[in-house]
């Protein structure tokens, strides 16, 4: 079983700046060697989209258009824990940041993720 636990949102002016990270633990020494990772965010009475994703061991990474240039993804393989760096915050950033991770064969096969975190929402005012 893997857990994921969000934190770092809160209320930011528009311009500003917020750094979420996302901890992430396994039950017996599982290691997330072959997992890929991503944040995902959904707005008030709309879906989940996604924002990011990074593979857990070579740490390539890609990025959703309208965030391209504002946010990064990054991992810390000693933390184990997932960071989406986020400038220049828009009011349209508004909305629940969640965490996920999947083992690669499963994202490979589906692009499915098998992990969620609980979430953490991120305003931005104007």
């Known amino acids: 079983q893997v857990e994921l636990v969000e934190s770092g949102g809160g209320l930011v002016q528009a311009g500003g700046s917020l750094r979420l990270s996302c901890a992430a633990s396994a039950a017996s020494g599982r290691t997330f060697n072959h997992f890929i990772m991503a944040w995902f965010r959904q707005a008030p009475g709309k879906e989940r989209d996604f924002v990011a994703r990074i593979n857990w061991s070579g740490g390539s990474s890609v990025h959703e258009d309208s965030v391209k240039g504002r946010f990064t993804i990054s991992r810390d393989f000693a933390k184990k824990t997932m960071y989406l760096q986020m400038n220049s915050l828009k009011p349209e950033d508004t909305g629940v940041y969640y965490c996920?991770?999947?083992?690669?064969?499963?994202?490979?096969?589906?692009?499915?993720?098998?992990?969620w975190g609980q979430g953490t929402q991120v305003t931005v005012s104007s």
């Open positions: 996920a991770a999947t083992p690669y064969s499963t994202y490979s096969q589906s692009g499915q993720y098998d992990y």
